[in-house]
């Protein structure tokens, strides 16, 4: 048996703050293989720092929504996004968008299909709550994925919302964030075990792992940078609530 640990991150959408802890929690436990589903860039202030740090330390990156607004050629939509771009060297946006959509790896037997989305593209987004239909659609290859089959573990970012749904098609897990989680503001992370080399017989196991980080150091570096739209940013790293949502709850940052 070939014992195998493969951490999966996404979204960390320029927290290095977020990003070192994660990385460090899981060299913490002796794992050495890191998939990167995308959204590295965008939202936080440090998309380049962060992208350096993917290449140095994970295996594998698909590509995100973000990857495409920020280091692609489309039109500007906001002040924030031109700050982000304008952020990245020419070689960090080249990179970044030409990271593949999906990915594939066998563990245990299992076909398990990586993505920041959906199988669509990077766009369509498929929630916790989501109908029968759109769970079958996320094990179903498309020209998005490549030539592979049937998924049977689909892992996927986008949300930041991790949860974890099985059925008669397969396992979907989304990983939720590191560096803007929304359920509540503490990053994750999702670990795949397995046999690299052993059948559907062999064990098999998903695990989601939390880590703590200092949310204040990071909200201090983005003010310090002069990021714009700086405070939705921070509210969203305090209290896990989506910048869509905060005028309605009465959300912002103190004054002063």
Not at 23 to 38: E, F, K, Y
Not at 207 to 213: E, L, M, N
Not at 219 to 231: F, N, Q, V, W
Request: glycine letters at 10%.
């Amino acid at each position: 048996m070939s014992f195998e640990r493969i951490a999966l991150i996404s979204d960390v959408h320029g927290n290095l703050t977020a990003y070192e802890a994660v990385l460090s929690d899981i060299s913490a436990r002796g794992i050495t293989r890191v998939i990167n589903l995308g959204d590295l860039v965008g939202k936080g202030p440090r998309g380049a720092a962060c992208t350096a740090l993917t290449r140095q330390r994970c295996e594998a990156t698909v590509r995100g929504n973000w990857e495409v607004f920020v280091a692609g050629d489309s039109e500007l939509r906001s002040e924030g996004q031109a700050w982000w771009r304008a952020e990245l060297s020419a070689e960090d946006r080249r990179w970044l968008f030409s990271l593949p959509g999906s990915l594939d790896l066998e563990l245990s037997g299992r076909r398990v299909r990586v993505l920041h989305a959906s199988p669509v593209d990077e766009f369509t987004r498929v929630h916790r709550e989501h109908s029968a239909e759109q769970f079958a659609m996320m094990f179903t290859p498309t020209p998005f994925t490549g030539d592979g089959g049937p998924a049977d573990v689909v892992v996927y970012g986008d949300i930041h919302d991790p949860f974890l749904r099985s059925g008669k098609e397969g396992a979907l897990v989304n990983v939720g964030s590191v560096g803007n989680q929304l359920d509540d503001p503490t990053p994750s992370y999702a670990i795949l075990e397995g046999d690299s080399v052993g059948g559907k017989d062999a064990p098999f196991g998903i695990q989601f792992v939390r880590v703590p980080y200092d949310v204040e150091a990071e909200i201090a570096a983005t003010r310090a940078l002069g990021m714009p739209e700086t405070e939705a940013y921070t509210i969203e790293l305090r209290t896990g609530v989506y910048r869509g949502d905060h005028a309605a709850r009465g959300l912002s940052t103190p004054r002063g």
